[in-house]
Nanobody, 120 residues
Framework: QVQLVESGGGLVQPGGSLRLSCAAS????????MGWYRQAPGKQRELVAA???????TYLDSVKGRFTISTDNAKNTVYLQMNSLKPEDTAVYYC??????????????WGQGTQVTVSS
């Protein structure tokens, strides 16, 4: 079982920055990908950014050039640096990780979510 713990959300003014962190722990054998999703009230959950074990990354079009995803593989931690935040970035942000555990079973784990509010 793989657990994800997120931190770094909060209230920020438009144009400000936040850095989200997500640490994975448990019986991890291989981490194939880690990513960040978000869900705003009344909307579907959407992929914000993701990175794979091979180093490729993908971003939601609306955050390209403003958000950066990165990892510390030694710590099984993924970060999301969010700059030039806009009110429409307001949402609950969820961390996700997929891979294989030490029992060689596939896992698809989610964090508990962290609130990001962009408002003046």
């Amino acid at each position: 079982q793989v657990q994800l713990v997120e931190s770094g959300g909060g209230l920020v003014q438009p144009g400000g920055s936040l850095r989200l962190s997500c640490a994975a722990s448990g019986s991890i054998f291989i981490m194939n990908a880690m990513g960040w999703y978000r869900q705003a009230p009344g909307k579907q959950r959407e992929l914000v950014a993701a990175t794979t074990r091979g180093g490729s990354t993908t971003y939601l079009d609306s955050v390209k050039g403003r958000f950066t995803i990165s990892t510390d593989n030694a710590k099984n931690t993924v970060y999301l640096q969010m700059n030039s935040l806009k009110p429409e970035d307001t949402a609950v942000y969820y961390c996700n990780a997929v891979g294989y555990g030490t029992n060689l079973h596939e896992y698809d784990s989610w964090g508990q979510g962290t609130q990001v509010t962009v408002s003046s």
